[in-house]
């Protein structure tokens, strides 16, 4: 039973990956093209000037943030960053911090700043330990096959871009942060993502610390 749960799993993220590829597929403006056609037009300039006023402070002016606790925005997709920003006013991803940001955003407040931010551009970052990267990079490419840990490349792309809208871009992206993320979908106390609990939950420490080091200095 453990065994048909465990291949189960596996097949379902094996079937997101290939539905992955193949959006990945698609031409740039396609995909810019997946956001309703019927909803209106984000307004930049708004975006801009909420986000220097509250959000520059944490995630610095172009969204680049130089604090390690505090995630890099610059372009993220709009659409994953909406999700998150609703999610944090909802309760459903849990921090005290974004819950109070998040609260005093409306729905269109939320699409402003989000595509604000997704027309930055993000800046590249590097890893650090000559060791655990190749543990990481071997784990994001190939995944781990007896522990049916899926290749994140499947779902964020082999350059860590991502794959709009749903897969977040991870490159980059502070290795602090990253750590706390995985290790918050495996204990369960980030509990916005099947996929990502799924994921994380047969990752030990030292493959966690691995994978965040790699992911911060793809590009
Ligand atoms: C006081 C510092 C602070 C301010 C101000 C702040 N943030 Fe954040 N933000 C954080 C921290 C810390 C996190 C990481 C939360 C976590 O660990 O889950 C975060 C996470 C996020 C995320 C999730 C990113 C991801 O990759 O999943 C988004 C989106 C975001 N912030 C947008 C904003 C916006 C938009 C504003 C302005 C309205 C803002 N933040 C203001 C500290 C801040
Ligand atoms: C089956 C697809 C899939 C696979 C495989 C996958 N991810 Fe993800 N990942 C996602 C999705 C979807 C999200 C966004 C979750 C959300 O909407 O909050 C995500 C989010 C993340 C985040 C949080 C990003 C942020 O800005 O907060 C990190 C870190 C991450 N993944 C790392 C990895 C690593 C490392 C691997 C490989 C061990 C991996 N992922 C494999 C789908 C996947």
């Not at 610095?60 to 659409?79: C, R, T």
């Not at 792309?157 to 290790?183: F, K, W």
Request: hydrophobic share 45%.
């Amino acid at each position: 039973m453990k065994l048909f749960t465990h291949l189960l799993i596996a097949a379902s993220l094996a079937v997101a990956a290939i539905s992955a590829f193949s959006q990945e597929a698609k031409p740039a403006a396609a995909a810019a093209s997946a956001v309703p056609a019927s909803a209106d037009k984000p307004d930049l300039a708004k975006g801009e000037a909420s986000f220097m006023a509250v959000c520059a402070a944490c995630h610095a002016p172009d969204g680049n943030s130089l604090i390690p606790v505090n995630p890099k925005l610059a372009q993220q997709h709009p659409q994953y960053l909406i999700k998150q920003l609703q999610e944090f006013k909802a309760g459903k991803r849990a921090n005290p911090v974004m819950l109070g940001m998040a609260s005093t955003l409306s729905d269109a407040d939320m699409k402003n700043v989000a595509f604000w931010i997704s027309s930055k551009k993000a800046a590249p970052g590097v890893a650090k330990d000559k060791e655990l990267v190749l543990l990481g990079e071997r784990i994001y490419r190939g995944g781990i096959a007896d522990r049916q840990v899926p290749a994140c490349a499947g779902c964020h792309s082999p350059n860590g871009a991502g794959i709009p809208a749903q897969y977040p871009r991870l490159s980059g992206q502070h290795a602090e942060y990253a750590v706390a993320q995985l290790t918050a979908f495996r204990d369960g106390v980030r509990g916005n993502s099947l996929q990502m609990t799924q994921v994380a939950a047969k990752l030990n420490d030292r493959e966690i610390r691995a994978l965040a080091d790699y992911v911060a200095g793809l590009r």
